[in-house]
């Protein structure tokens, strides 16, 4: 079935063997340095996790554009890490972060068995979009800002546990969200956070990527006036109306524990937990980011939360800024958000593994 990308094509490069023979393993790296060790979460993940299994040709893919431009680092340690064991390593290098999706894609399409994303979330996003649903395993190592999907699945923010959790082959199937056709893996927001990324991003651009930076864009955008806006829910048969600035619906347990919010418990059974802000003004939202940063946030007072299987957001025929796991893109609604489970097959620590 899959066959071996053609030599000659600045790909791929030998390195070594890992484990069965089979079909290849397609690494994709965004420029990002690796962080220092951290802790790791684990999301309650659904069905077993398979015995080790991992193919011979990988593929490394690498966004120029993305980090601080130290990707050399982490992909000499994936070469370390490989190196003598007979694999083909594939080294690609699309000129734009956004070019990371149409690159999986195509590594999917020539039969690599494994793709390795090596980045933050938005790259594991784009990623999963091109893995979930076909015959390839994903792996993922994290260096990214806050790297929720990794934690989630007990990778943690090491390089070096992700790597090894990737040489020990144990697989198992996840849930991934759908919008529109279009998978996340976190969390999907429309209003405010999506603003919050805008903003974000040009702090990056000047002052380089940190969590500083990333909290500074928060206060930045929710000290600013922002206009509420409609829309309808349609969930489990039931239909409201909202007047807000900000819906967030989550699907990643870690994520939602990590700020002790109610709908944690539901994203943990693969279903969608809407958050919908009821702050009004400027101060009303600063006050319940700094609540939310404090995990005091309450139901009731600081949002109205909704858990459904499924469910549709309805804002009018107006294109708007959506968010999808820290990325952006205009969309026009209305958005239809389902879960798909067991969806995305990915490398995750043995059971039992600390």
């Known amino acids: 079935m899959g066959r071996t990308p053609a030599r000659g094509r ?12 089979g079909r290849g393993i397609c690494v994709l790296t965004p420029t990002r340095a690796p962080l220092t ?13 398979e015995p080790p299994g991992l193919r011979r040709d990988i593929c490394i893919i690498q966004n120029r554009k993305s980090g601080r431009g130290r990707a050399g680092e982490t992909t000499r340690a994936l070469r370390d890490a490989l190196a003598g064991q007979g694999a083909d390593v594939a080294l690609r290098s699309p000129r734009r972060g956004r070019d990371i999706l149409n690159t999986a894609t195509q590594a999917v399409r020539e039969g690599f068995g494994t793709i390795i994303a090596v980045g933050g979330d938005g790259t594991q996003s784009a990623v999963a979009q091109a893995v979930a649903g076909s015959d390839a395993v994903m792996g993922v190592v994290p260096t990214g800002t806050f790297n929720y999907f990794a934690r989630s699945i007990g990778v943690g923010c090491d390089i ?27 969390n999907v927001s429309l209003g405010t956070y999506p603003q919050i990324l805008q903003e974000r991003e040009a702090i990056y651009k000047r002052w380089g990527r940190s969590r500083i930076a990333a909290y500074w864009s928060v ?51 693969d279903r969608l937990a809407l958050f919908v802000s009821r702050a009004d003004g400027a101060a009303d939202m600063v006050a319940a980011a700094l609540r939310l940063a404090r995990q005091t946030a309450e139901r009731g007072r600081d949002f109205d939360l909704l858990c459904a299987d499924a469910l549709t957001i309805d804002t009018g025929p107006r294109a708007r800024l959506v968010a999808f796991d820290g990325e952006k893109t205009r969309m026009t609604g209305p958005f239809h ?18």
């Open 37 to 49: 060790r951290a802790e790791s979460g684990v999301h309650v993940l659904m069905g077993a996790i």
């Open 160 to 186: 070096d546990r992700a790597i090894a959790t990737i040489r020990a082959g144990h697989s198992r199937a996840v849930a991934v969200g759908d919008l529109n056709g279009r998978t996340f893996l976190n």
């Open 219 to 269: 206060l930045r955008v929710l000290a600013g006036r922002r206009r509420p806006f409609d829309m309808q829910v349609s969930a489990d048969g039931v239909r409201r109306e909202f007047r807000a600035p900000l819906a967030f619906v989550g699907l990643n347990a870690y994520q939602l524990r990590s700020f002790a919010l109610e709908g944690a418990q539901a994203a943990a059974d």
């Open 337 to 354: 958000l389902r879960v798909r489970p067991d969806a995305l097959r990915v490398f995750v620590p043995a059971r039992g593994a600390a």
């Open 10 to 21: 600045g790909f791929p490069e030998r390195v070594g063997e890992i484990g069965n023979r």
